[in-house]
């Protein structure tokens, strides 16, 4: 027998699509945070490679420090506009967990759990928010000791 204090099947998908929509919508933005992400980052590198390189004589002594500076700051703010996306997904994810249960119940669904069975410890290393923490953490790193070496070469011929 149903149980009466459960939404009626219009209520529930008009629930699952609300629900579900918002899910999309924020893991389409964390996808799209890194994308955008990549890109700038590429146009800092290799200005940074450039200037490195060809040893650009018209370029003030500064310039590849204000880049691998800038190139920090910018890791740092997506990661951190990465971390807030997660937020958002972790708690879209919290409302398919509870509509999932409404409809298992509702329908005697045993399988009805896809988002509590996409959840298993042993897929820690491979789930995104870990690869991003250790892309965005490493990418932060290696800009910040650029950065550290180049204000190092700045202003130590200053000194």
């Given amino acids: 027998m149903p149980n009466p204090s459960l939404p009626d099947n219009c209520d529930l998908k008009a629930i699952l699509d609300h629900v579900r929509g918002q899910f999309q919508y924020h893991a389409t933005q964390r996808l799209n945070t ?29 310039v590849q420090f ?21 937020q958002l997904v972790h708690i879209n994810e ?14 005697n ?19 995104y928010q870990f690869i991003a923490n250790v892309l965005y953490g490493y990418i932060s790193l290696i800009s ?8 190092f070469h700045l202003f130590g011929r200053c000194g």
């Fill in 34 to 62: 890194i994308r955008y992400f990549f890109v700038a980052y590429a146009v800092f590198v290799a200005a940074y490679v450039n200037i490195a390189t060809r040893n650009l004589i018209n370029s003030p002594n500064y």
């Fill in 66 to 86: 204000i880049l691998s500076l800038s190139a920090a700051v910018i890791t740092i703010g997506f990661w951190i506009l990465d971390i807030r996306n997660a």
């Fill in 94 to 107: 919290e409302g398919l967990k509870e509509i999932e249960k409404l409809v298992s119940e509702k329908f």
């Fill in 109 to 127: 669904y045993q399988m009805f759990t896809m988002t509590n069975a996409s959840e298993k410890p042993d897929q820690r290393i491979r789930k």
């Fill in 144 to 151: 910040i000791i650029a950065a550290l070496r180049d204000a």
